[in-house]
């Protein structure tokens, strides 16, 4: 609105009018809402819970930190793992480990042997889960759990062994290269039949070094060290293919091999000997 004033001659003239003052609701903006803060109650509440997050995990790693330390060291494990062969007549240090084996070793045994720190959260937390729920034991254990159950708690079970297990494949982890791992793993595993050791299984089994496995050679031999005497390809070959079948599809599963290619594999014969075969030396 505006008021007229005087302009002279025969006229009057606009004067701007005053600014209207706020809150008549004409083009006043709109003010932001005001932040409701939850109240003092909740807000104590969760910093409790904090709290007493941030203690318990303050707990773990102390109580990890400690079972570390109190865990034997493992720098004697190539002693160990050489007094295992002599005690069955096989030859330390065998052969190196073929990529075929290992691969199909790492594939149904821990496919995340190449990336975990010796032990696996995800596959500790599905026992732990599965535990609770009553569930079969879907096995957690990776191979340096498993080399340290061969090489120091031989015979021995429990919940504090596996504990036990857990820190020593941590320790093997931190001291060993992967290559040497594998290594002694092979070396100290068995196989079924009397054959401790791979270069002792790949002779026995198929008349060849370990560098002389075919695929599905290769995956029998992996799918062994679960069940030696369940799976043996003497004396439960249907028992033995199937689990072959089983370390091919992980291979496919994991992709080292294709599908196709797993296929192929398992329709290849075994050529199984049941003895050392001619010219088959451990080395």
């Known amino acids: 609105m505006t008021l007229g004033v005087p302009a002279g001659e025969g006229g009057y003239t606009d004067a701007p009018t005053a600014p209207l003052p706020s809150g008549t609701g004409e083009d006043t903006p709109e003010q932001p809402p005001a932040q409701i803060r939850p109240p003092r109650r909740l807000r104590r509440r969760l910093r409790r819970i904090l709290v007493v997050m941030l203690a318990l995990a303050l707990v773990v790693v102390l109580a990890f930190i400690a079972l570390l330390l109190i865990t034997p060291s493992v720098s004697n494990a190539p002693d160990l793992a050489q007094g295992f062969d002599q005690a069955h007549h096989a030859v330390y240090p065998g052969p190196p480990v073929p990529v075929r084996f290992a691969e199909s070793l790492v594939a149904t045994e821990d496919h995340r042997f190449y990336s975990e720190p010796g032990v696996d959260p995800y596959a500790i937390a599905r026992v732990i889960g599965g535990r609770v729920t009553g569930q079969p034991d879907q096995g957690g254990a990776t191979l340096y759990q498993q080399l340290a159950k061969m090489l120091y708690t031989p015979g021995r079970s429990g919940v504090t062994v596996e504990v036990e297990q857990i820190m020593l494949g941590i320790k093997l982890y931190l001291s060993y290269p992967r290559a040497e791992i594998l290594r002694m793993y092979a070396d100290v595993a068995y196989f079924g039949h009397g054959y401790y050791g791979l270069a002792a299984a790949s002779c026995g089994y198929f008349g060849v070094t ?64 049941g003895g050392p075969g001619t010219g088959c030396a451990a080395r």
Do not use: F, I, N
Request: hydrophobic share 45%; charged share 10%.
């Open 210 to 273: 370990p560098a002389g496995l075919s695929w599905p050679q290769a995956a029998l031999l992996a799918g062994l060290v679960q069940a030696p005497s369940t799976d043996s390809p003497v004396a439960h070959y249907a028992v033995a293919r199937a689990r072959e079948a089983h370390v091919l599809g992980r291979l496919a599963a994991t992709g080292k091999l294709t599908q196709a290619q797993a296929s192929r594999a398992y329709r290849q014969p075994l050529h199984l000997v």
